[in-house]
């Protein structure tokens, strides 16, 4: 009687090892054969002797033969029967495109799933045993031939052919796992005939060998027997890790005029942002200052222009209005500009542009700006691709980047990626969903709950182009054979090299101790203790209404009484801060503002008196910026008769009066708000006038100031007249006050090509032009000479503009924060700089520089101790503060960028890394990309702290991709691409080490906790407003309202948990949604969401309904501390 093997009650791979054991041959047919299935009679194999047979005419020693049938999937099989050819002859050309199809089809298999141990084994043991001639593989390829015959021949005198035959394929499912219907064929009649009909098969013309094919896949692939250099799999990390910069660069090609315009640096810059622009409809631009972005912006969109027929809107500062209309005549753009203080007005009766660049981005920081939404809003309706231009992008917090992309990212677009690191350190998805209930946790919104570098850097590599000067120093940079400087060669052939920044110092007479030393005066404990016990009644006015008014307030009141609390506190910090810093950028701006400031009291104090509406500063909370920008925000242009040094207070009062006039006048009126001052308690005109009091004791003490004493302003004339009397020098400074201030000096003294440049100048362009006409290609202003020598700015140069005509920067104040020097530094090491050395210039006192240090310091610790000043969660100086001595002792490198805020985007740093192991090693561009996928190798650990493990770096259904980095128990290391990526790092010399015993294990995990994660952001809510979002948190209250009673049960907490795994079905959706309007109960939606589920009409649970594709292993790296 014959055997059955079901697998269920007699498992096939028992029988036949069984079988083998006791024989010397075996012959194996089978539709398909799994390469990974051999493990199941690998070991019985090596065992077989083999038998000499005749095939044809030759004679060859065999021991296993493998005829593998099925060469079509089913589906082809089905066409074919409906529509083939009766008269198809099977022909050479068609068995070689079959022979090849199957071998990629042998090679695909073992890119599919997780390695193990065991499969690695088995399959190097196949490769031995093809290679031994002990196994050989033929595809039968005459027609689709799907039999499962095993026939294991012995020298048994009784039964000497076995055979098997049945449903089971050469898989570890056919073997052994799943159900199958097999018997054994012991008469011999039968077994004999089955033999027969093998070797018909086998010996048919169009029945290839495979094995030499079979042999190179698995030794080509990641099981094969050798150990593979990790420099080839670092660089596959690479590889693919700068997919789009490489398919950006290979898909674009740039405007014949930017191919002669343009560095190569900057070429690459605007392939990259090409291809983020048509993939994501947004890029932003971060190039440090100096290397180029309106240039390569206006690059970007004559692309589109071209290709697309598109047209571009520009969206810039007003200063920069004129340059880049300059730009717009010179490339030919069809393109308008918009000044950012015309968008509420110009934005809603503009035409459709498809393509929106917006310079100086980082100014669009606050969502709540009425110009953001005007702009967010034209964006939306005309569904126009953005170029968002910023050197700095990034200020205080990360939602400054979030707002920016915002602008044409939806709070409900699905990013293909969640902020890995934030939702591990809150305890995964199901603590993120708990939350962040109505946030999608793939959405921007969900990126902005992270406070996480590596998450931003994750979300930036997505939409980010930048690269810091350091890095295409290092990437781009050429030395010239004769001076042995790093620089960069132009198109036209010329080469400049890259400066240095060389810090200076300007020290001038400053004597603490001299009792007639008007800047000593200032610098006194008694000074600075009135500034810091100043009350600043007028910005914290909230405080001073009365609990019980006699007169009912209006609408418009009533909103101004309710924005008195917003900025409070806060303001008084900035402006006790903002008066010390005018103290050190000069005696004349410190009195004049103190000045001011007792007016403005007493505009107050004359309202109170006269019982009329006092004058509000209009948006002073929303506007906080203007309290930190370096302008003077009291200033208006016709208060210059009003500030003087005005020691009485009467006098003060009197010329208050004149002011409120003006305040009131049509001209003023709309720019503050009013409200009657009778809301307010005596104890406001009080405050008022004891603050003013005490400011006129430090304005009595500093009253003497004369400009003709003023010792830094002496050394700056000596420096422009004298050390550097025939360049070019640009001349910073943080307060409008102080640059009128040293313009007006510096003519007086009789010098010549010297102007003044703030916020209020009508065109700041039209200065930088004068001052830098070469390098802003207007040669004309110097052949009329018109040209400036010497430029005095505040940072309304700060951006966009070239000024490299100078190589000279003096501070003459100093800022709190480094970057903010760097920053002017880089206003003149631009792109077209040809000096070898920018000088920096900063200002100190010969004997005094302990007291500036010392009232920094002692400022720094007052805002650190009371978090009053700025908020608590607020960080005032913007950045590392600077070393004073630092500068004092002309340190080098200290005005070189920091790369820790200057980080160059992933695609292009993984690019480079790319291109630059190309430049050395071309061949290594067919090497890499044909090495296959699972490949791995292993090499010795350098990353800090020692974390042996595996990297892991795999691709998503979503195409997304994913590093992750786990130690040797499987927990997650991290998932910062970059901290990976660094981890990785290796170079050609770097040895192959042996793998961890459970590397294969560790992959495996790694593979699990990418697919767990793929699977469960896939169950997302969508959006707030969306059927599955509303039906899910209705239901998940009404469980948790409802806990314990007989309206809650296990149909519907599996219905709900449904909900929020899978996706929802059309006819699911729309049945609720119905009921939803119609007003439905809660109770009634969750019998309506069982009855739906028992009818399997509520969620995609089926895989073959909604198929999850596997996350594909791209490659591993193990590293190792032996």
């Not at 902020?419 to 902005?448: D, L």
């Not at 007169?551 to 418009?556: E, G, L, P, Q, S």
């Not at 001052?771 to 951006?799: A, C, G, Y």
């Not at 090499?939 to 042996?948: A, I, Q, V, W, Y």
């Amino acid at each position: 009687m014959p055997k059955i093997y079901d697998n269920i009650e007699h498992h096939l791979t028992k029988g036949l090892n069984e079988t083998l054991e006791v024989s010397h041959r075996t012959d194996f047919c089978v539709g398909y054969f799994n390469l990974r299935g051999w493990k199941e009679v690998a070991e019985k194999i090596d065992s077989l002797q083999g038998v000499t047979l005749a095939e044809g005419e030759e004679e060859v020693h065999r021991i296993c033969r493998l005829l593998v049938g099925m060469q079509k999937l089913p589906v082809d099989i089905l066409r074919e029967y409906f529509y083939r050819d009766e008269d198809h002859i099977f022909d050479q050309a068609e068995a070689s495109k079959l022979k090849k199809r199957l071998a990629q089809e042998f090679k695909d298999q073992l890119t599919i799933g997780a390695p193990t141990e065991h499969d690695e084994i088995a399959l190097r043991k196949l490769s031995r045993q093809m290679k031994e001639k002990k196994v050989v593989v033929k595809l039968h390829l005459r027609y689709p031939l799907h039999a499962k015959l095993y026939l294991a021949f012995s020298n048994d005198k009784r039964v000497p052919v076995v055979g098997f035959l049945g449903s089971s394929n050469l898989t570890l499912a056919g073997l052994s796992k799943q159900g199958e219907l097999n018997i054994d064929v012991l008469e011999q009649d039968a077994a004999n005939k089955l033999a027969l009909w093998f070797n018909d098969r086998w010996l048919d013309r169009w029945c290839i060998d495979i094995t030499q094919e079979l042999i190179e896949i698995i030794d080509n692939s990641w099981a094969a027997d050798r150990l593979l250099s990790p420099y080839h799999i670092y660089l596959k990390i690479v590889y693919h890790l700068s997919q789009e910069a490489r398919a950006g660069l290979n898909d674009y090609s740039l405007p014949k005029v930017f191919q002669r315009d343009l560095l190569v640096f900057q070429q690459m810059a605007v392939k990259i942002a090409a291809k983020k622009l048509d993939n994501r409809d947004g890029v932003l631009i971060g190039d440090v200052v100096g290397l180029g972005k309106t240039i390569t912006a206006c690059a970007l969109a004559k692309m589109f222009e071209e290709m697309n027929f598109f047209s571009t809107l520009i969206i810039c500062p007003p200063n920069l209005k004129p340059m880049w209309k300059e730009y717009i005549v010179k490339y030919d753009l069809k393109a308008e500009t918009c000044s950012i203080g015309e968008v509420q007005k110009k934005l809603p009766e503009l035409k459709r542009f498809r393509i929106v660049i917006i310079d100086e981005s980082h100014n669009l920081r606050n969502d709540e700006g009425s110009r953001y939404r005007a702009i967010k809003s034209y964006l939306d309706e005309n569904e126009s691709k953005v170029i968002l231009l910023s050197a700095t992008p990034y200020n205080k917090s990360y939602v400054d980047l979030s707002n920016q992309l915002r602008l044409f990212i939806s709070d409900e677009k699905d990013l293909g990626i969640s902020p890995e690191r934030y939702i591990s350190e809150i305890g995964g998805q199901v603590q993120f969903m708990a939350k962040h209930t109505e946030t999608f946790i793939r959405s921007i919104k969900a990126f902005e709950r992270s406070e996480y570098a590596d998450d931003w850097r994750e979300l930036m590599r997505l939409y980010m182009v930048r690269r810091t000067r350091s890095f295409i120093k290092a990437n781009y940079g050429v030395t010239d054979a004769t001076t042995g400087k790093v620089g960069l060669k132009f198109p036209d052939g010329h080469f400049e090299p890259f400066p240095e920044r060389v810090p200076k110092k300007v020290e001038y007479e400053f004597d603490p101790n001299d009792p007639k030393d008007q800047y000593a005066k200032l610098y006194t404990k008694t000074v600075v203790e009135t500034i810091e016990h100043m009350t600043l009644p007028r910005y914290g006015l909230k405080k001073y209404l009365e609990t019980n008014p006699t007169i009912r307030a209006t609408k418009d009141e009533e909103v101004i009484m309710q924005n008195l609390s917003r900025a409070g506190k806060r303001l008084m910090g900035f402006c006790r801060t903002n008066l010390f810093k005018r103290l050190e950028s000069s005696g004349y701006s410190f009195l004049l503002s103190l000045s001011r400031h007792i007016l403005r009291n007493y505009v107050f104090v004359y309202a109170i008196q006269n019982k009329l509406p006092l004058p509000i500063g209009k948006n002073i909370s929303q506007n906080l910026d203007d309290y930190l920008e370096d302008t003077d925000t009291d200033q208006n242009g016709n208060q210059e008769n009003y500030l003087k040094l005005i020691l009485k207070p009467e006098m003060y009062l009197t010329q208050a009066e004149k002011l409120y006039k003006d305040f009131e006048s049509p001209a003023y009126r709309n720019r503050f708000d009013w409200i009657r001052s009778q809301f307010f308690s005596s104890s406001l005109q009080q405050t008022l006038i004891g603050d003013g009091e005490d400011i006129i004791k430090i304005l009595n003490i500093g009253k003497d100031w004369n400009a003709e004493q003023d010792r830094q302003l002496n050394a700056l004339h000596r420096l422009l007249t004298v050390t550097h009397k025939d360049e070019k020098v640009i001349v910073f400074t943080q307060f409008a006050d102080t640059a009128w201030y040293l313009t007006e000096q510096l003519k007086k003294r009789g010098m010549k090509s010297i102007e003044c440049v703030t916020g209020d100048h009508e065109n700041p362009s039209a200065l930088a032009h004068r001052f830098s006409p070469i390098s802003n290609q207007h040669p004309e202003i110097v052949q009329m000479k018109q040209d400036l020598r010497v430029l005095i700015s505040t940072d309304v140069l700060s951006e966009g503009q070239n000024l490299q005509d100078a190589h000279i920067i003096l501070n003459y104040d100093l800022p709190w924060a480094i970057i903010r020097l760097i920053q002017r530094a880089g206003r003149i090491d631009r792109i077209g700089q040809k000096a070898e050395k920018i000088l920096c210039y900063s200002f100190f006192p010969e004997d005094g520089i302990e007291e500036i240090i010392k009232l920094r310091k002692r400022l720094t610790n007052r805002i650190r101790q009371n978090a009053e000043v700025v908020g608590s969660d607020e960080t005032f100086f913007d950045g590392d503060p600077i070393n004073i001595m630092d500068l004092y002792n002309e340190k080098g490198g200290i005005l070189d960028e920091d790369e820790r805020d200057t980080e160059v985007d992933l695609t292009s740093y993984a690019y480079q890394i790319w291109k630059n192991a190309l430049d050395i090693n071309p061949s290594l561009n067919k090497t890499i990309p044909d090495l296959p996928n699972v490949c791995y190798a292993t090499k010795h650990n350098t990353s800090e702290p020692e974390h042996e493990g595996v990297i892991l770096y795999s691709r998503t259904s979503d195409e997304n991709d994913m590093l992750v980095w786990l130690d040797d128990k499987g927990k997650t290391i991290t998932q910062s691409q970059r901290a990976i990526l660094d981890a990785a790092q290796c170079s050609t010399d770097t040895e192959a080490k042996y793998k961890l015993p459970n590397h294969h294990e560790l992959v495996k995990k790694g593979i699990d906790f990418i697919r767990e994660e793929e699977k469960n952001t896939g169950g997302s809510l969508g959006k707030k407003t969306g059927v599955k979002f509303r039906t899910y948190t209705r239901l998940k209250n009404f469980c948790e309202d409802n806990e314990g009673t007989l309206f809650v049960n296990e149909q519907l907490k599996k219905a709900v948990d449904d909900i929020f795994k899978y996706p929802m079905k059309d006819f699911a959706r729309d049945t609720i949604n119905r009921q939803m309007k119609a007003g439905i109960s809660d109770e009634e939606l969750s019998s309506l969401v069982i009855s739906l589920r028992e009818e399997d009409k509520l969620c995609i649970v089926d895989p073959d309904e909604h198929p999850f594709k596997e996350p594909q292993i791209i490659c591993s790296l193990g590293l190792t501390n032996s």
